[in-house]
């Protein structure tokens, strides 16, 4: 029996014509795919993990402070790692501090090196604000950084210029990078925001979205006409205009200030499905201020985003602005134009578990079929925030959660999709499958875009839509041996 490889795949042929292992994944021989495992569960490691690491979504969360110098409490080698990941990503500069861990620092503990690096960093930027995040190596040897940031302020009384000093704890072997985004919020929060009168402003925790959904949240926001706090806001320090002189701390971001008023709005919205409340913000501020909270998952599509905008209008009394109600009017109308090109075709979705859960849901209502949802996030509640956002996914579609994308290879070449969605990280899968990459959320590395890259709202979906719909019809073209002119 020969095949697509060209190959003879009877159980008796020689060596020389039988299908070797890839030849198998890429042509089908061998068993049938309900026989295959979906994932590589035999596995015992991690192979090219579908997750970063967790103090890199802290220093991210820390740049959105105005004033603040992301800090690693750790050796120097992670900050470089985080530093070229933000760097490719945004394409803006961003330095990040470190603690210089050394074989001293391991066996007595990195006290003198956060202490000295303090010093050096107070001296040197100027900084209005420090955000300490740990490594794996300064939580697996048990240092306090809380106490130790306690001994640096109170040893010298002299120091009454010291910045704000945060802290958070970010292991990367009890989460991902977007669960170190979350710790880092709630820490600011929690060492930030103080109690006092109840004032008429909305908080919004947008969660790990680019600078151009930042920017559009901060739109849609002043066009309700609420007062309201961003908080993290990293837009304008990593996607900001170009400099004539260097500024080792680019402008922009969420004042200290305005961090803590948020002890006293009188609501706050949290973009998240999958975050439990020892990670989240908003339920922090509820605990010590009784703050109203309404958590939407992030808004992508039409019928998350109606859920966001629904929420502003009970907030604010306000329905959405003709503006916006425009756009959703001229993204339904495109849904009709290009649903003919969606309707049916498979993709494979990964990424950050409430990204995935956003852009299922998006995926569902346009007419693809959703046929694996992964991350390497582990909350416990993927599968059962996607079927709630997207009833129309099939509930025997794989929803997996700690996966690696040498597992997500395994499913492409199973259930050959017509797309893949998700980061930069995708390519080489995408490449070596020949499946095309529709590149969204974080990280973007070979593409000039991600900073830029809009996914939020109906304005989001509308780019999302169009990116989707003239892949397909490019891919209709160029493959056929006429190429129609009209698709």
Same mark, same amino acid.
């Given at each position: 029996?020969?095949?697509?490889?060209?190959?003879?795949?009877?159980?008796?042929?020689?060596?020389?014509?039988?299908?070797?292992?890839?030849?198998?994944?890429?042509?089908?021989?061998?068993?049938?795919?309900?026989?295959?495992?979906?994932?590589?569960?035999?596995?015992?490691?991690?192979?090219?993990?579908?997750?970063?690491?967790?103090?890199?979504?802290?220093?991210?969360?820390?740049?959105?402070?105005?004033?603040?110098?992301?800090?690693?409490?750790?050796?120097?080698?992670?900050?470089?790692?985080?530093?070229?990941?933000?760097?490719?990503?945004?394409?803006?500069?961003?330095?990040?501090?470190?603690?210089?861990?050394?074989?001293?620092?391991?066996?007595?503990?990195?006290?003198?090196?956060?202490?000295?690096?303090?010093?050096?960093?107070?001296?040197?930027?100027?900084?209005?604000?420090?955000?300490?995040?740990?490594?794996?190596?300064?939580?697996?040897?048990?240092?306090?950084?809380?106490?130790?940031?306690?001994?640096?302020?109170?040893?010298?009384?002299?120091?009454?210029?010291?910045?704000?000093?945060?802290?958070?704890?970010?292991?990367?072997?009890?989460?991902?990078?977007?669960?170190?985004?979350?710790?880092?919020?709630?820490?600011?929060?929690?060492?930030?925001?103080?109690?006092?009168?109840?004032?008429?402003?909305?908080?919004?925790?947008?969660?790990?979205?680019?600078?151009?959904?930042?920017?559009?949240?901060?739109?849609?926001?002043?066009?309700?006409?609420?007062?309201?706090?961003?908080?993290?806001?990293?837009?304008?320090?990593?996607?900001?205009?170009?400099?004539?002189?260097?500024?080792?701390?680019?402008?922009?971001?969420?004042?200290?200030?305005?961090?803590?008023?948020?002890?006293?709005?009188?609501?706050?919205?949290?973009?998240?499905?999958?975050?439990?409340?020892?990670? @989240?913000?908003?339920?922090? /501020?509820?605990? *010590?201020?009784?703050?109203?909270?309404? &958590? +939407? %998952?992030? #808004? =992508?599509?039409? !019928?998350?985003?109606?859920?966001?905008?629904?929420?502003?209008?009970?907030?604010?009394?306000?329905?959405?602005?003709?503006?916006?109600?425009?756009?959703?009017?001229?993204?339904?109308?495109?849904?009709?134009?290009?649903?003919?090109?969606?309707?049916?075709?498979?993709?494979?979705?990964?990424?950050?578990?409430?990204?995935?859960?956003?852009?299922?849901?998006?995926?569902?209502?346009?007419?693809?079929?959703?046929?694996?949802?992964?991350?390497?996030?582990?909350?416990?509640?993927?599968?059962?925030?996607?079927?709630?956002?997207?009833?129309?996914?099939?509930?025997?579609?794989?929803?997996?959660?700690?996966?690696?994308?040498?597992?997500?290879?395994?499913?492409?070449?199973?259930?050959?999709?017509?797309?893949?969605?998700?980061? @930069?990280?995708?390519?080489? /899968?995408?490449? *070596?499958?020949?499946?095309?990459?529709? &590149? +969204? %959320?974080? #990280? =973007?590395?070979? !593409?000039?875009?991600?900073?830029?890259?809009?996914?939020?709202?109906?304005?989001?979906?509308?780019?999302?839509?169009?990116?989707?719909?003239?892949?397909?019809?490019?891919?209709?073209?160029?493959?056929?041996?006429?190429?129609?002119?009209?698709?």
């Amino acid at each position: 029996m020969s095949c697509d490889c060209g190959k003879t795949c009877a159980p008796d042929a020689d060596a020389a014509n039988a299908c070797d292992a890839e030849d198998k994944a890429k042509c089908g021989c061998g068993p049938a795919p309900k026989d295959r495992p979906l994932t590589g569960e035999n596995f015992t490691a991690t192979r090219n993990a579908c997750k970063l690491c967790a103090p890199l979504g802290a220093c991210l969360a820390f740049r959105g402070i105005e004033g603040c110098l992301p800090f690693l409490h750790g050796s120097q080698g992670c900050a470089t790692y985080i530093r070229r990941y933000m760097i490719s990503h945004f394409r803006e500069p961003m330095d990040i501090a470190s603690s210089n861990f050394g074989e001293e620092s391991v066996v007595f503990g990195g006290r003198k090196n956060l202490s000295d690096g303090l010093t050096h960093v107070i001296e040197s930027y100027r900084p209005e604000v420090i955000g300490i995040a740990t490594t794996c190596l300064a939580e697996t040897i048990g240092d306090d950084v809380g106490m130790y940031v306690k001994e640096f302020i109170s040893a010298d009384k002299k120091k009454v210029d010291l910045p704000h000093i945060l802290h958070a704890s970010t292991p990367s072997y009890s989460g991902s990078h977007a669960d170190g985004y979350q710790w880092a919020v709630r820490a600011i929060v929690d060492q930030l925001a103080v109690d006092g009168p109840n004032e008429k402003f909305i908080g919004v925790f947008p969660g790990m979205i680019s600078p151009a959904d930042l920017r559009y949240l901060r739109e849609i926001m002043d066009d309700f006409g609420m007062s309201h706090t961003i908080a993290p806001d990293y837009s304008d320090p990593l996607d900001g205009p170009v400099w004539g002189d260097y500024h080792k701390i680019p402008a922009g971001g969420t004042p200290v200030r305005e961090i803590a008023k948020l002890g006293r709005a009188s609501a706050v919205i949290e973009l998240a499905s999958t975050i439990s409340d020892k990670q @989240s913000a908003a339920s922090l /501020l509820d605990e *010590k201020f009784s703050t109203a909270v309404f &958590r +939407v %998952g992030l #808004p =992508i599509g039409i !019928r998350q985003s109606d859920k966001f905008h629904k929420v502003l209008e009970q907030i604010t009394g306000k329905p959405t602005p003709a503006k916006h109600a425009a756009e959703r009017g001229r993204l339904v109308d495109a849904y009709v134009d290009g649903h003919k090109y969606t309707f049916g075709k498979e993709v494979i979705i990964f990424g950050e578990e409430d990204f995935v859960v956003g852009m299922t849901a998006f995926c569902a209502e346009i007419g693809l079929k959703p046929v694996l949802c992964a991350s390497g996030g582990s909350s416990g509640k993927l599968r059962e925030c996607i079927l709630e956002a997207a009833p129309e996914v099939d509930p025997e579609t794989p929803i997996l959660e700690s996966v690696d994308f040498a597992e997500i290879e395994v499913a492409t070449f199973n259930l050959k999709p017509d797309l893949l969605l998700g980061n @930069s990280k995708g390519f080489t /899968l995408s490449r *070596k499958a020949g499946v095309p990459l529709i &590149r +969204v %959320g974080f #990280p =973007i590395h070979d !593409r000039i875009s991600g900073p830029r890259s809009l996914h939020l709202g109906y304005r989001g979906a509308q780019r999302l839509f169009d990116t989707i719909c003239d892949k397909l019809m490019e891919l209709q073209q160029d493959g056929n041996d006429i190429g129609y002119t009209y698709i």
